[in-house]
């Protein structure tokens, strides 16, 4: 799976869809350029939450808010103080941690113990073994579940607050090591804040200091009212944004799964006080069906209800993905209460509460929030497309199964010799089809390659021009993932293609 994972990476290099940021010199941690085929694909996502959010939804509008906020907002939002990740570091290795991760790492390693022994035991008993029975009866299961299950309380409990020794303390006593040096030699643990932060302005009696903000949400919660007066939004309704976010992260891995400029689609639902627990489930069940709607398979996805509720929530979920790395949160969908919009009250001095027609009171909404990554996204779907095929000739083709819709070149035209005409007639064809969707134009090496380069950058659909086509005006249209190949009229190319395309 790890082999896996470093293929997709490699890929999307290779392909233009993800570069390391400031390549030539050496890169910037954690940070990445979208290329040529990535951006496409990116911009398809991002469509096609968009739409699910603002077109299919008559009380859902988007706005799109700067990047720089009053600092005040962070203030209020509890982001100054209390946006942060408990850090450590090893002292032989010099790298940096964060405690959670590494107790959390040590809890899974404890199920993956658990699960170990399950599948041991099913391969000795066959068909009569009984999982329920097992986990019960099992000495060996039942001290893993014992350790495992004290760990957790213990770690649960550490959060709280968060009590930095504690999780110092966690970790000796597991006996945690350093992956890379392999040894003990731990720091205390210590809180760092992962906003970014810069200067604003350059008066003689000095400047501001502004962050860069963490997350999108804030620029719609001090819109909402502005939003909801010029729109005559009635309560229900929603805001939608999409846009950069920034996180100093400590540690910096896997890829795209956990960058320091990303960005997110986040859609805030404001309900009257008292209905969230009820919006809740309604938004959790929109949300999967719009993930299961990909054709990726129930199978891989599941929800992470939380245990342990930030200050602000009430109920919190992940949808999760199968990454090839394991399950890892893709969306948070949270009910926030009206901690947000109250403490915007507060801290701004000014009264933003919704004066509700049907029932003549005025109340602060509460809120249930919808936030996921295009990148996580990006990646979830670059994971679960990318293929390695064996051929019947023995060869290996990479496929990358995009769901047509996403993908970045929706049609690849080939002249099938550089000359007769061919060309030209080619080119005609893209200057007709280009209004319709995103077209691209290859003469260069055999059908066979550049079959094969349409491939590894998910194109659905190839058309050859041959010279009957110069005759009988028809092309070979050649489906990308049965690779089978169809004679079509140049003139349905156009209503064959669109719809399986379009978001
Ligand atoms: P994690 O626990 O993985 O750090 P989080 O719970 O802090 O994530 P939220 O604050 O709920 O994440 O952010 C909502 C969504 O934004 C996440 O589900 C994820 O898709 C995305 N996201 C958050 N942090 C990052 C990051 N550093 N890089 C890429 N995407 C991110």
Same mark, same amino acid.
């Given at each position: 799976?790890?082999?896996?994972?470093?293929?997709?990476?490699?890929? $999307?290099?290779?392909?233009?869809?993800?570069?390391?940021?400031?390549?030539?010199?050496? %890169?910037?941690?954690?940070?990445?350029?979208?290329?040529?085929? %990535?951006?496409?694909?990116?911009? @398809?996502?991002?469509?096609?939450?968009?739409?699910?959010?603002?077109?299919?939804?008559?009380?859902?509008? %988007?706005?799109?808010?700067?990047?720089?906020?009053?600092?005040?907002?962070?203030?209020?939002?509890?982001?100054?103080?209390?946006?942060?990740?408990?850090?450590?570091?090893?002292?032989?290795?010099?790298?940096?941690?964060?405690?959670?991760?590494?107790?959390?790492?040590?809890?899974?390693?404890?199920?993956?113990k658990i699960q170990k022994e399950v599948e041991k035991a099913r391969k000795r008993f066959g068909d009569s073994f009984d999982e329920a029975k097992y986990m019960e009866t099992s000495e060996r299961v039942k001290e893993a579940k014992?350790?495992?299950?004290?760990?957790?309380?213990?770690?649960?409990?550490?959060?709280? %607050?968060?009590?930095?020794?504690?999780?110092?303390?966690?970790?000796?006593?597991?006996?945690?090591?350093?992956?890379?040096?392999?040894?003990? @030699?731990?720091?205390?643990?210590?809180?760092?804040?992962?906003?970014?932060?810069?200067?604003?302005?350059?008066?003689?009696?000095?400047?501001?200091?502004?962050?860069?903000?963490?997350?999108?949400?804030?620029?719609?919660?001090?819109?909402?009212?502005?939003?909801?007066?010029?729109?005559?939004?009635?309560?229900?309704?929603?805001?939608?944004?999409?846009?950069?976010?920034?996180?100093?992260?400590?540690?910096?891995?896997? #890829?795209?799964?956990?960058?320091?400029?990303?960005?997110?689609?986040?859609?805030?639902?404001?309900?009257?006080?008292?209905?969230?627990?009820?919006?809740?489930?309604?938004?959790?069940?929109? *949300?999967?069906?719009?993930?299961?709607?990909?054709?990726?398979?129930?199978?891989?996805?599941?929800?992470?209800?939380?245990?342990?509720?930030?200050?602000?929530? /009430?109920?919190?979920?992940?949808?999760?993905?199968?990454?090839?790395?394991?399950?890892?949160?893709?969306?948070?969908?949270?009910? *926030?209460?009206?901690?947000?919009?109250?403490?915007?009250?507060?801290?701004?001095?000014?009264?933003?509460?919704?004066?509700?027609?049907?029932?003549?009171?005025?109340?602060?909404?509460?809120?249930?929030?919808?936030?996921?990554?295009?990148?996580?996204?990006?990646?979830?779907?670059?994971?679960?497309?990318? $293929?390695?095929?064996?051929?019947? /000739?023995?060869?290996?083709?990479?496929?990358?199964?995009?769901?047509?819709?996403?993908?970045?070149?929706?049609?690849?035209?080939?002249?099938?010799?550089?000359?007769?005409?061919?060309?030209?007639?080619? *080119?005609?064809?893209? @200057?007709?089809?280009?209004?319709?969707?995103? $077209?691209?134009?290859?003469?260069?090496?055999?059908?066979?390659?550049?079959?094969?380069?349409?491939?590894?950058?998910?194109?659905?659909? $190839?058309?050859?021009?041959?010279?009957?086509?110069?005759?009988?005006?028809?092309?070979?249209?050649? #489906?990308?993932?049965?690779?089978?190949?169809?004679?079509?009229?140049?003139?349905?190319?156009?209503?064959?293609?669109?719809?399986?395309?379009?978001?």
């Amino acid at each position: 799976q790890e082999d896996v994972f470093k293929k997709i990476v490699s890929h $999307c290099k290779e392909y233009g869809f993800v570069f390391p940021s400031s390549e030539i010199y050496d %890169g910037l941690g954690a940070v990445y350029d979208y290329g040529q085929n %990535g951006v496409e694909l990116k911009n @398809n996502i991002k469509q096609y939450w968009w739409k699910a959010m603002t077109m299919l939804h008559e009380n859902i509008v %988007g706005i799109d808010s700067a990047i720089f906020m009053h600092p005040t907002i962070w203030k209020a939002s509890g982001h100054v103080d209390a946006f942060n990740d408990p850090l450590i570091d090893n002292r032989d290795s010099k790298k940096r941690y964060r405690a959670d991760v590494l107790i959390e790492d040590q809890i899974a390693k404890y199920d993956e113990k658990i699960q170990k022994e399950v599948e041991k035991a099913r391969k000795r008993f066959g068909d009569s073994f009984d999982e329920a029975k097992y986990m019960e009866t099992s000495e060996r299961v039942k001290e893993a579940k014992e350790k495992r299950d004290n760990l957790h309380a213990r770690y649960a409990a550490a959060m709280q %607050g968060p009590d930095l020794e504690a999780l110092k303390q966690i970790i000796l006593d597991e006996e945690i090591v350093d992956p890379i040096s392999g040894t003990k @030699n731990w720091t205390d643990v210590r809180q760092f804040n992962l906003m970014f932060s810069t200067e604003m302005g350059a008066s003689a009696d000095g400047s501001m200091k502004v962050y860069l903000r963490p997350e999108t949400a804030q620029g719609i919660f001090v819109n909402y009212l502005n939003v909801q007066k010029t729109g005559r939004m009635k309560i229900p309704f929603g805001i939608a944004q999409i846009g950069k976010a920034f996180r100093n992260e400590i540690v910096a891995r896997q #890829f795209i799964f956990r960058m320091r400029e990303f960005e997110q689609m986040e859609m805030q639902f404001f309900v009257q006080p008292g209905t969230e627990l009820e919006w809740f489930p309604k938004w959790k069940e929109t *949300r999967m069906k719009w993930h299961l709607a990909l054709g990726f398979g129930a199978e891989n996805y599941r929800f992470h209800d939380h245990e342990k509720l930030a200050h602000y929530a /009430n109920a919190a979920t992940d949808i999760e993905f199968k990454m090839p790395f394991g399950f890892k949160e893709v969306e948070g969908i949270h009910s *926030r209460t009206n901690f947000d919009l109250s403490q915007h009250e507060k801290f701004s001095g000014k009264s933003i509460k919704y004066f509700d027609p049907q029932t003549n009171e005025s109340y602060t909404p509460y809120v249930i929030e919808t936030s996921i990554g295009v990148d996580r996204m990006f990646l979830s779907i670059m994971c679960h497309a990318y $293929c390695e095929e064996k051929l019947e /000739n023995g060869e290996t083709r990479v496929v990358l199964k995009l769901p047509a819709a996403l993908a970045p070149v929706k049609l690849a035209v080939m002249p099938l010799v550089k000359k007769d005409g061919l060309p030209e007639k080619a *080119r005609e064809i893209i @200057n007709d089809l280009k209004f319709h969707f995103n $077209c691209q134009y290859d003469e260069k090496d055999s059908i066979g390659k550049r079959y094969r380069r349409q491939d590894a950058i998910g194109t659905p659909y $190839c058309v050859t021009v041959d010279h009957d086509t110069l005759n009988d005006g028809c092309v070979t249209l050649r #489906f990308r993932d049965t690779m089978e190949q169809e004679r079509v009229k140049i003139s349905d190319l156009a209503s064959i293609i669109e719809d399986k395309v379009s978001i």
